[in-house]
């Protein structure tokens, strides 16, 4: 009786540890990299074949070799979406800094080139929809012959980039960057969005006050608000929340959140390629 009892449970156990095993790989299996580059395998395979397609009769190749393709894409990817160090994610591949450098640098541009076709213009937007618009800085080093990047407002240095929401908080339109001194409402004026748009139908802080968007009211100098005055700032507000929460899902692609530390004129193009991303992943 005891010798069966003994044999039950040691194949129980041969059992539960086979379970166990199984249930451990299929976890393994299903693994994804939606955490680390924002975007699932099948995303991935799917950018794979848009550079593949735009590169094809390029000499030589704008990855290396060492990393191939997807890996190559995963590694910029994470990169952009992460700010990692790139020592750090050279470890995680088995690669030295230098090859995850030649990654981020050559597909960078590329992924910015074929996904341009997601990225809305100026013209695309409707003249009948009510939009939201707020500015940001994207932060970088401090370049010693580049003072015109210091932005008085937020003390520190960047480029200045204006986007746009609509009422219900979808991602609608990002200008091109700007010097990070420019005022929001210059840089709105240096993309030309509004001129072909009625900006009653637009709404903005107070940092657009004489652009007759709808804004808060400013306190006047010689007395406080009143009630309504009070009132309405509030129910601006509240909806302008909006925007604020827009750009802070552009910057989860945390190079566009610190400071960015490659060289400046990398800048514009690495700015591209997470705009054309963050819409290409939002698409509907």
């Avoid at 699932?40 to 290396?64: M, S």
Wanted: with cysteine; aromatic share 10%.
């Amino acid at each position: 009786m005891i010798g069966f009892l003994a044999a039950c449970l040691q194949k129980g156990t041969a059992r539960f540890r086979k379970n166990w095993v199984t249930r451990l790989n299929s976890k393994k299996r299903t693994v994804g990299l939606y955490h680390t580059t924002g975007f699932g395998k099948d995303d991935i395979v799917e950018l794979c074949v848009l550079v593949r397609a735009a590169t094809v009769d390029t000499p030589g190749n704008v990855f290396p070799p060492i990393l191939g393709l997807f890996k190559s894409v995963v590694v910029t990817l994470t990169y952009l979406r992460r700010n990692r160090v790139q020592a750090e994610i050279g470890e995680a591949f088995g690669v030295s800094q230098s090859t995850v450098s030649r990654a981020v640098c050559g597909l960078s541009p590329v992924l910015g080139q074929v996904l341009a076709g997601y990225v809305p213009v100026a013209e695309d937007l409707d003249a009948r929809t009510q939009y939201i618009v707020d500015g940001t800085l994207l932060p970088c080093w401090s370049w010693r012959d580049r003072p015109e990047l210091y932005s008085g407002k937020r003390k520190t240095t960047g480029v200045n980039v204006q986007v746009v929401c609509d009422l219900y908080g979808r991602l609608a339109w990002i200008s091109d960057p700007v010097d990070g001194r420019r005022h929001d409402v210059a840089a709105l004026d240096a993309s030309a969005v509004l001129d072909t748009l009625d900006p009653a139908n637009w709404m903005g802080d107070k940092g657009y006050i004489g652009k007759q968007m709808i804004t808060p009211i400013r306190k006047p100098a010689h007395r406080n608000l009143l009630d309504w005055e009070k009132e309405f700032n509030t129910a601006v507000n509240k909806i302008r929340y909006l925007i604020e929460r827009t750009i802070a899902n552009v910057k989860t692609w945390r190079i566009l959140f610190t400071d960015y530390r490659r060289p400046f004129t990398t800048f514009a193009d690495t700015i591209s390629a997470i705009i054309a991303l963050e819409f290409y992943r939002t698409r509907p």
